[in-house]
T-cell receptor, first 115, second 116 residues
């Protein structure tokens, strides 16, 4: 069973701090990793994708990937109250045969940024 | 707002009803997906379609029936649902994978389904 694990939280940080969200996955063959943000009552919104080991930065967001440790993280610098949401980690697992693949999601981490 | 639309946004149906959910993507993608999101559970992939290949999640009950007439439209036909089928149903689309690396999936706003 392919799995993606996240700490469900809630993770609470003060405004301006760095929020660190973590995710581990079970399939060593996974190649693609994604972070989605989901506000309450809304659909997931893609915020980062990462394919290679190391760091990838986009504005206040940094994704970090370590394939040897099967670990991917998301750092949010200068956290704002508007960052309060559930953050979903998604990992591709080859499946279904042929050229298709399966994107498996973790349960998500609820982040609360306190003013 | 993403380029994936879903209708209706909210649906209440009885267990004997038949209804359909519609999804349309305006991103030029050629793969589309149905997901189910229940409270306290991770997103569950239900069906995958792309213009080359159709796949189906074997654990999805037959009371859910997908239809993909072209690469821009996706339907989910519902009949004789159960109360436990109440959930947020999300459609997503992506570019077909190239070289084994899947592209990002973009989600529509979802249909909130309540089965009474």
């Amino acid at each position: 069973q392919k799995e993606v694990e996240q700490n469900s939280g809630p993770l609470s940080v003060p405004e301006g701090a760095i929020a660190s969200l973590n995710c581990t996955y079970s399939d060593r063959g996974s190649q693609s990793f994604f972070w989605y943000r989901q506000y309450s009552g809304k659909s997931p919104e893609l915020i980062m994708s990462i394919y290679s080991n190391g760091d990838k930065e986009d504005g206040r967001f940094t994704a970090q990937l370590n394939k040897a440790s099967q670990y991917v993280s998301l750092l949010i610098r200068d956290s704002q109250p508007s960052d309060s949401a559930t953050y979903l980690c998604a990992v591709n697992f080859r499946g279904y045969g042929g050229s298709n693949y399966k994107l498996t999601f973790g349960k998500g981490t609820l982040l609360t940024v306190n003013p | 707002e993403t380029g994936v639309t879903q209708t209706p946004r909210h649906l209440v149906m009885g267990m004997t009803n038949k209804k359909s959910l519609k999804c349309e993507q305006h991103l030029g993608h050629n793969a589309m997906y149905w997901y189910k999101q229940s409270a306290k559970k991770p997103l569950e992939l239900m069906f995958v379609y792309n213009f080359k290949e159709q796949t189906e999640n074997n654990s999805v009950p037959s009371r859910f029936s997908p239809e993909c007439p072209n690469s821009s439209h996706l339907f989910l036909h519902l009949h004789t649902l159960q109360p436990e089928d109440s959930a947020l149903y999300l459609c997503a689309s992506s570019q077909d994978e190239r070289g084994g690396d899947p592209y990002e999936q973009y989600f529509g706003p979802g249909t909130r389904l309540t089965v009474t």
